[in-house]
């Protein structure tokens, strides 16, 4: 009995062999680095933020900026990083800036050579700045710089900063067309919920208030150009 059981061994691995290289030629030829740049848009409720500047746009408030690096760590689940960031600025007055920081998990199948679906899931550490630069007059500071000969008054600058951070998740699906084997199009449609806490902002160390603005349940379309490697 246990010799016709070794005699199977060799017919089975005959079998199991030829599977075994294909599989692992599909997986070794396929990029494993995948490096997207691109855009985004969502829908936060900023109107407190907004007022408070005094000045919005739709590429202020709904505009987002990604740069993503994911790594194929099995034939079908790529990890990695993301960072989306949503900008504010006013000459010579305030500047804000939304930091959305995720650790991607994402899976994907191929239902054509060249057409990908995927799914991603990530948590999020995200954060928010607003600070602005100030220039005062400081009379000791010219009085100083008097004594070394020079003349006028000068002024000095300096930034000021508020921030916070806070915790959030998304997720998406999403489908990606591959021009090429190292260039594709990549389109996903998802949501984000952030947990945002107004009474959690920092200034100079001391814990302050910030804006009663939204940023939980929000719809989220991005797409962006692949590079892969």
């Not at 199977?8 to 070794?28: D, G, W």
């Not at 814990?207 to 929000?218: E, M, Q, S, V, W």
Request: proline share 3%.
């Amino acid at each position: 009995m246990w010799i016709d059981k070794l005699k199977f061994i060799p017919r089975m691995n005959q079998k199991l062999f030829p599977l075994l290289l294909v599989f692992v030629a599909a997986v070794s030829g396929q990029p494993k680095l995948h490096v997207q740049l691109g855009g985004g848009y969502y829908q936060p409720k900023l109107t407190a933020l907004n007022s408070a500047f005094g000045d919005s746009s739709f590429f202020s408030t709904n505009v987002l900026l990604n740069f993503t690096a994911t790594y194929q760590v099995y034939y079908n689940t790529r990890v990695g990083f993301g960072n989306w960031n949503s900008f504010h600025t006013l000459k010579d007055s305030f500047n804000r800036r939304f930091t959305y920081r995720t650790l991607i998990i994402e899976t994907f199948y191929y239902q054509w050579k060249s057409i990908e679906f995927n799914f991603l899931l990530a948590p999020m550490w995200n954060s928010c700045k607003i600070s602005m630069g100030i220039e005062n007059e400081n009379a000791e500071w010219s009085d100083l710089l008097s004594s070394f000969g020079n003349t006028g008054t000068y002024t000095f600058k300096s930034t000021a900063i508020m921030n916070t951070s806070w915790f959030g998740f998304t997720s998406s699906i999403g489908i990606r067309y591959y021009l090429k084997s190292s260039l594709g199009l990549d389109l996903r449609i998802g949501f984000t919920n952030n947990f945002y806490d107004k009474t959690k902002w920092k200034y100079e160390g001391e814990t302050i208030a910030g804006p009663a603005i939204k940023l939980n349940a929000l719809p989220l379309l991005r797409f962006g150009i692949v590079f892969a490697k």
